[in-house]
């Protein structure tokens, strides 16, 4: 004897299985979700920490030129000197 569903038993079957696949997708969808806030908090934190960094160079870049300002001004003295030893010397 073959088994022959009913109209109702087939739309529950089908019912159930839409049910089934909506709770699945909906699932998908919270899991999705999810993972768009931690990427947009993940490049939340890179972006604040690129900033950090440019801030960073652009003190560490000011340094250097102050640097290059003394070091110019060592030059010139010692240049100074050296002609000064020079003169002397004949």
Do not use: C, H
């Given at each position: ?26 699932e ?58 020079e003169?002397l010397?004949?």
């Open positions: 004897m073959l088994f022959n569903p009913t109209p109702i038993e087939k739309l529950s079957t089908l019912t159930n299985d839409l049910l089934n696949k909506y709770n699945s997708v909906k998908e969808l919270d899991t999705l979700r999810q993972e768009m806030v931690s990427i947009r908090t993940q490049g939340e934190t890179k972006e604040e920490e690129v900033e950090r960094l440019k801030n960073e160079l652009r003190a560490k870049d000011a340094e250097l030129t102050e640097k290059n300002s003394e070091l110019a001004e060592k030059d010139a003295e010692i240049e100074a000197i050296v002609a000064k030893i003169s010397l004949g």
